[in-house]
C-alpha cells in the first residue's frame, strides 16, 4: 500500500518564527507533489505545487528530495493567519487498479501563537 | 478561478434513506473526485472519475455509488444512509489526461452529512 506520513503535530509555533515540517511518500513512481493548507471545517485549498528545483511563493518555500523521498514545507515569519493543518498530496501514475495514484497524508496541524 | 459548487452546505438524513450529493465544476476538468474527511483518519477517497460516464473506485467505495452523465456534475449516491456515512463529503475536481494525474485538486466547500 503506496502511503504518505506527516507528523500530525500540533506545532505551537511563536508568531514571527521560521517552522518547517516534511512529508514522506513510499512509492517512489510518485510524478508531482503538491501542500494544501486547510482550515477548520473549510474544504482543502492548495497552497503551493512542489517542483523538482524547488519553489519559493513569498514566505513559504517547498522543496522535493526524490532520493530520501519527502517533500517539505518552511513557513518564514509565520503570522497568527497561518494557523491551519497543512496536507501533502501526492500523486502517482494511475495504474487503473484503484485511486493509488491519489494520496493525502492526514495533515500536519500548526498554531501559530501570539 | 475554478469553482466547485456542492448542493448542498449541511444535510441530516434518516437511516435507510437514499440520498444524493451533487457537484457541478466550471471549469470543463477531466477528472472529478468524492471524497469523505472523518477526524483522525483524514481525506479518503470514496470514487473518481475521469470522463464522462466512467468511474473507478476508490479506497472505500462501499455503500456508495457515482454517475457522471455530464462532463461538469458528478453525484454521489448513499443508495441506503447508515449512521457510519455521517461525514464531510468533499467533492474535487481537476484537469488533465486519465494516465497522469498531475494536476492540483481544487475542492468543493463540502457537505456536511449526519444520518440520524
Known amino acids: 500500500r503506496k502511503e504518505v506520513e506527516q507528523d500530525p503535530g500540533p506545532f505551537n509555533v511563536p508568531e514571527g518564527a521560521t517552522v518547517a515540517f516534511n512529508c514522506t511518500y513510499s512509492?517512489?513512481?510518485?510524478?508531482?507533489f503538491f501542500w494544501y493548507r486547510q482550515d477548520c471545517r473549510k474544504e482543502p485549498k492548495l497552497l503551493m505545487s512542489v517542483y523538482s528545483s524547488g519553489n519559493e511563493d513569498g514566505r513559504f518555500t517547498a522543496q522535493l528530495n526524490r532520493a530520501s523521498q519527502y517533500i517539505s514545507l518552511l513557513i518564514r515569519d509565520s503570522k497568527l493567519s497561518d494557523s491551519a493543518t497543512y496536507l501533502c498530496?501526492?500523486?502517482?501514475?494511475?495504474?487503473?487498479?484503484?485511486?493509488?495514484?491519489?494520496?493525502f497524508g492526514k495533515g500536519t496541524h500548526l498554531i501559530i501563537q501570539p | 478561478d475554478v469553482k466547485v459548487t456542492q448542493s448542498s452546505r449541511y444535510l441530516v438524513k434518516r437511516t435507510g434513506e437514499k440520498v444524493f450529493l451533487e457537484c457541478v465544476q466550471d471549469?470543463?476538468?477531466?477528472?472529478m473526485f468524492w471524497y469523505r474527511q472523518d477526524p483522525g483518519l483524514g481525506l479518503r477517497l470514496i470514487y473518481f472519475s475521469y470522463d464522462v460516464k466512467m468511474k473507478e473506485k476508490g479506497d472505500i467505495p462501499e455503500g456508495y455509488s457515482v454517475s457522471r452523465e455530464k462532463k461538469e456534475r458528478f453525484s454521489l449516491i448513499l443508495e441506503s444512509a447508515s449512521t457510519n456515512q455521517t461525514s464531510m463529503y468533499l467533492c474535487?475536481?481537476?484537469?488533465?489526461?486519465?494516465?497522469?494525474?498531475?494536476?492540483?485538486?481544487?475542492f468543493g466547500n463540502g457537505t456536511r452529512l449526519t444520518v440520524t
Open positions: 474535487a475536481s481537476s484537469e488533465g489526461q486519465s494516465f497522469f494525474l498531475n494536476s492540483p485538486l481544487h
Open positions: 498530496v501526492v500523486n502517482g501514475m494511475y495504474s487503473g487498479g484503484g485511486a493509488d495514484g491519489l494520496t
Open positions: 512509492n517512489s513512481a510518485s510524478q508531482s
Open positions: 471549469m470543463d476538468h477531466e477528472n
